[in-house]
Nanobody, 124 residues
Framework: QLQLVESGGGLVQPGGSLRLSCAAS????????IGWFRQAPGKEREGVSC????????NYVDSVKGRFTISRDNAKNTVYLQMNSLKPEDTAIYYC?????????????????WGQGTQVTVSS
């Protein structure tokens, strides 16, 4: 059974850092594109970052470029999202999702498997 589990969220002050993890079980994550999405209260879910299958390419929404970095550890079957210089507007529930064709997309509907989400709160 394909499963994704996020971890690493929490409360952090503005300017701080967090590293989110997305651990996969039941499939080899390297063959999938993995996206990070976030959803703040009252807002639509938005794509934050994505890494294509086998780490071929990575992309970011403009608002996080230069601050967030996505990466893979194939040995651990895990994808990470390193978030630096966090801002209050980064506050949201963060989800990871897998797309079986291996190509990145910013559209949630293109991803078939989702984790349960992890809360990130940036506040002083």
């Amino acid at each position: 059974q394909l499963q994704l589990v996020e971890s690493g969220g929490g409360l952090v002050q503005p300017g701080g850092s967090l590293r989110l993890s997305c651990a996969a079980s039941g499939f080899t994550l390297d063959y999938y594109a993995i996206g990070w999405f976030r959803q703040a209260p009252g807002k639509e879910r938005e794509g934050v970052s994505c890494i294509s299958s086998r780490g071929g390419s990575a992309n970011y929404v403009d608002s996080v470029k230069g601050r967030f970095t996505i990466s893979r550890d194939n040995a651990k079957n895990t994808v990470y999202l390193q978030m630096n210089s966090l801002k209050p507007e980064d506050t949201a529930i963060y989800y990871c999702a897998a797309r079986s064709n291996g190509y990145c997309s910013g559209y949630p509907a293109h991803f078939g498997s989702w984790g349960q989400g992890t809360q990130v709160t940036v506040s002083s």
